[in-house]
């Protein structure tokens, strides 16, 4: 099979994994962030499921790249994907028996389907070009979008469901999980043939180098003004859009906003994460890498203030607020991404992105985790205002990164 066509089926098999992926995992932010907080009855405590998620797709990350190394994309993703199933029934029994050591092992686990996510925007880009890479990873990017924004408004009927299980309400975004990543693992597995990870390998004639190539890869990036900017980009917009996201829930709980209110705005939020990933991507193909992480840096401290000016009952103000949230991070994904593949040479790449995924899932962990404290003893606005503050440092480094490209 021509390498055209072999990338053009892999991006439509990784674009329906994904839609599967991204009704499992989005339903459930706002459920586990709410499930967390009425089991510890602390709001403080609420971040703790999106740290857990987000420790689990960090701890994964490299596991999965070498798995990537030695069988290839399918053999990956598929055990990201099985282990998000797992997960999920163990957040089921955990929020059913109020056992938070449950719930966390689950939320932990279903952040691996979100690491096998994030991995197959890479696997869209083992075939392609040069002139066409970010706008093939952001075709997979978008393929995220039907299903997140459909998973969180699956909130209401979903705990429908759960309740005429005999389960609370909150589990029910965790059965629709489980259900939905298994099909994940079956398309992957029936479809994603032959792997493109193996192919680009075979055709390149390079050796992925499994074993030790984590160590070999960190030293080749830090060497690399490029990758090392890429790898700050990803992280720093990650963070940002984690601490805001997750406690925005708790923000508007505290007027007793219904369920469905909340999935509305998570929904709005995950659009402008997803939704103009291909503009994104034809965006930086064209005005470059560095431009298009700039714009994504605006965007994403604009996004900042509007939410943390925003009363808790204000929804319209708030779904603005995290739409541009979701759009800044797009442009930090997509654009770093892009960066990141096209700056390490092919030997190291999959040790490299799966490196790049650990920095900024335990990036996205430490912001869940301090945003809980921050809205505990101050408030959502310093929340936001003190994610703006760290995409402003990202601003800086960006700004002298083009000056240091330029000077050469």
């Known amino acids: 099979m021509p390498n055209a066509a072999l990338q053009d089926k892999t991006v439509k098999v990784l674009a329906t994994a994904q839609v599967l992926n991204g009704v499992g995992v989005a339903g459930t932010v706002a459920a586990g962030s709410l499930l967390v907080a009425s089991i510890t009855e602390s709001e403080t405590l609420a971040g703790l499921a999106q740290t857990s998620s987000v420790l689990g797709a960090a701890a994964l990350a490299l596991p999965l790249a070498r798995l990537t190394a030695r069988g290839g994309r399918r053999l990956a993703l598929s055990a990201g994907f099985i282990a998000g199933v797992v997960g999920s029934l163990f957040a089921i029994i955990g929020g059913s028996q109020k056992n938070i050591t449950l719930m966390l092992i689950g939320t932990f686990l279903v952040g691996a389907a979100s690491a096998a996510g994030y991995q197959a925007r890479f696997a869209a880009v083992d075939l392609a070009t040069n002139e066409t890479r970010a706008k093939q990873l952001s075709f997979v ?30 589990v029910g975004p965790y ?129 900042a203030g509007v939410s943390g000016f925003s009363q808790p009952n204000a929804v319209l103000t708030l779904g603005f607020g995290l739409f541009l949230l979701g759009l800044g991070w797009s442009c930090t994904l997509i654009a770093g991404s892009s960066l990141l593949a096209e700056s390490v040479d092919q030997k190291f790449r999959v040790s490299a992105q799966g490196a790049s995924d650990l ?42 990164f083009t000056a240091s490209v330029l000077s050469k």
């Open 359 to 400: 920095v900024m899932n335990l990036s996205g962990a430490a912001g869940g985790a301090l945003a809980g404290v921050i809205i505990g003893v101050l408030s959502y606005g310093f929340l936001c205002f003190f994610a703006s503050m760290l995409v402003a440092v990202l601003l800086f480094f960006s700004l002298r």
């Open 141 to 170: 990017v978008w393929g995220s979008t039907v299903g997140a924004v459909t998973g969180p408004n699956l909130m209401e009927p979903s705990g429908n469901l759960a309740e005429n299980l005999g389960l609370p309400r909150l």
């Open 175 to 303: 059965v629709v999980s489980a259900f939905t990543l298994l099909l994940a693992v079956i398309v992957i597995q029936m479809f994603l043939r032959p792997d493109p990870f193996l192919t680009a390998a075979k055709q390149s004639g390079i050796n992925a180098q499994p074993r030790g190539s984590t160590r070999a890869a960190l030293k080749h990036i830090r060497g690399n003004d490029k990758a090392l900017f890429a790898i700050l980009s990803i992280a720093i917009g990650h963070v940002a859009m984690v601490s805001i996201m997750v406690m925005t829930p708790v923000h508007m709980a505290h007027v007793d906003v219904t369920l469905t209110i909340i999935g509305l705005v998570i929904s709005v939020h995950v659009l402008g994460m997803y939704a103009f990933s291909p503009v994104v991507g034809a965006m930086s193909d064209r005005l470059g890498r560095v431009r298009v992480i700039q714009i994504g840096i605006i965007l994403l401290i604009v996004s």
